[in-house]
């Protein structure tokens, strides 16, 4: 069964820290991997990964993938409080041409001032 | 370009009552996807349509869910005889050759 996993579930941190978030799969079928940020409503793209070992970067918050190893990672530096959300990680199943996402629970980011 | 729009953002029902949850694409997008969030979880597929097809509903209950997506008009989710384990927010992305919108979902309360 295609599986996603997410760690740390939570994570508390002050202003101006660096955070690593990450997120292991096992997809028969890998088409791409996403990141996402959730605040109150919509999930919000963050990065579309395909390849290994290429960095994804956007301002303070960057991402990459290893495809032999099966995960990603997101990296927040100099966190604001901003930055305050549930972020998910998401696997597109290339199967049968559904590309139907897989998530991970989500890890929650809390950034005190 | 409006984005994904869902309607209502909230909607309480009572045990055994209909829930209809409605979902425009965007403009230009012609596959849609309906997944459901519990609380504390990830957001799980539910299924998956293009223009007057269903092509994956293997998320879906088999019972009381059914999902559809006219010719004309937004996509709609119908929950039958909703009971209070259907409590969650319901969210709805469009795709056009891969990179998926998603709406701002649509939180479905049963008392």
């Known amino acids: 069964e295609d599986k996603v996993v997410q760690s740390p579930l939570s994570l508390v941190v002050h202003e101006g820290d660096t955070v690593t978030l990450n997120c292991s799969y096992e997809?028969?079928?890998?088409?791409?991997l996403l990141w996402y940020k959730q605040e109150k409503k919509a999930p919000t793209f963050l990065f579309m990964l395909?390849?290994?070992?290429i960095e994804k970067k956007s301002g303070r918050l960057s991402s990459i993938l290893d495809k032999k190893e099966l995960f990603s990672i997101l990296n927040i530096t100099a966190t604001q409080t901003g930055d305050s959300a549930i972020y998910l990680c998401?696997?597109?199943?290339?199967?049968?041409?559904?590309?139907?996402?897989?998530f991970g629970q989500g890890t929650t980011l809390q950034v005190k001032p | 370009n409006a984005g994904v729009m869902q309607n209502p953002r909230h909607l309480v029902r009572r045990r055994g009552q209909e829930a209809r949850l409605r979902c425009s694409p965007m403009?230009?997008?012609?596959?849609v996807y309906w997944y459901r969030q519990l609380p504390e979880e990830g957001l799980k597929f539910m299924v998956y349509?293009?223009?007057?097809?269903?092509?994956?509903e293997s998320g879906m209950p088999k019972e009381r869910f059914s999902a559809e997506f006219p010719k004309e008009g937004p996509s709609i989710l119908r929950i039958q005889q909703v009971v209070r384990g259907d409590s969650a927010a319901y969210f709805c992305?469009?795709?056009?050759?891969?990179?998926?919108?998603f709406g701002s979902g649509t939180r479905l309360t049963v008392v």
């Open positions: 997809v028969t079928n890998f088409r791409s």
């Open positions: 403009k230009g997008h012609s596959h």
């Open positions: 992305a469009s795709s056009r050759l891969g990179g998926y919108t």
């Open positions: 349509l293009q223009k007057e097809n269903i092509i994956d």
């Open positions: 395909t390849s290994s070992g």
């Open positions: 998401a696997v597109e199943n290339g199967s049968s041409n559904t590309g139907k996402l897989i």
